[in-house]
């Protein structure tokens, strides 16, 4: 399978621990998003790189969010002190700087804090 | 900054025709995209915009007025295959980060 992968695709925590969400884009795609949608709601845009460089982050990432991608290759996302607030499905998508846009999506990681 | 606009649910019968118009306020607009989302899986893009007019392709077609800040999405034919949620996206220039800002999206049922 050569599309977006995400893992773990479910996860249930408790409040105030730590997680951690792993995205493998598609090989040559330089570009990788973050994104969180929950029930009902189009996805929230949270971050993005190119290659290895966070060029662009939402506000709606907070101290607690932190996301990486130390080679250029897979990224990951990490919460800390999860809250209730955070449950929501997060999803990764990857492209092309020379195309069209369009995104790639994998199936998202799905996260409930309890 | 990004306001995008779209119903929420609609339902449309097997075999007929259905629109779903998305309107959106942004800055540096660099292009609309539509997705198509099922439950529970990843949203699929669908078409995309950068000029206006029509843009077809087999059962969908998506139309843009930049003038007008507007699009709709027209899928023709209905299968039931088709219930899912769409969504409409809008792509900012100015950064050029390629990063779309989504609407809610519009759950479509089709019924039989």
């Known amino acids: 399978d050569t599309g977006v992968s995400q893992n773990p695709r479910h996860k249930i925590t408790k409040r105030g621990q730590n997680v951690t969400f792993r995205c493998d884009p598609i090989s040559e795609h330089n570009r990788l998003y973050w994104y969180r949608q929950t029930l009902g709601q189009g996805p929230e845009f949270l971050t993005y790189f190119q290659n290895e460089a966070q060029l662009e982050k939402s506000r709606l990432l907070s101290d607690r969010f932190s996301a990486e991608r130390p080679k250029g290759s897979f990224s990951t996302l990490e919460i800390q002190r999860t809250e209730q607030g955070d449950s929501a499905m997060y999803l990764c998508?990857?492209?092309?700087?020379?195309?069209?846009?369009?995104?790639?999506f994998g199936e998202g990681s799905r996260l409930t804090v309890l | 900054g990004q306001n995008i606009d779209q119903p929420t649910e609609m339902t449309a019968t097997e075999g007929a025709i259905v629109q779903i118009n998305c309107t959106y306020q942004t800055s540096g607009f660099n292009g609309l995209f539509w997705y198509q989302q099922h439950a529970g899986e990843a949203p699929t893009f669908l078409s995309y915009n950068v000029l206006d007019g029509l843009e077809e392709k087999g059962r969908f077609s998506s139309f843009l007025s930049r003038s007008k800040g507007y699009s709709y999405l027209l899928l023709k034919e209905l299968q039931m295959k088709d219930s899912a949620s769409y969504l409409c996206?809008?792509?900012?220039?100015?950064?050029?980060?390629?990063?779309?800002?989504f609407g809610t999206g519009t759950r479509l049922t089709v019924i039989p």
């Open positions: 996206a809008v792509r900012e220039g100015e950064t050029g980060a390629n990063n779309l800002f």
């Open positions: 998508a990857s492209s092309l700087t020379a195309n069209t846009g369009e995104l790639f």
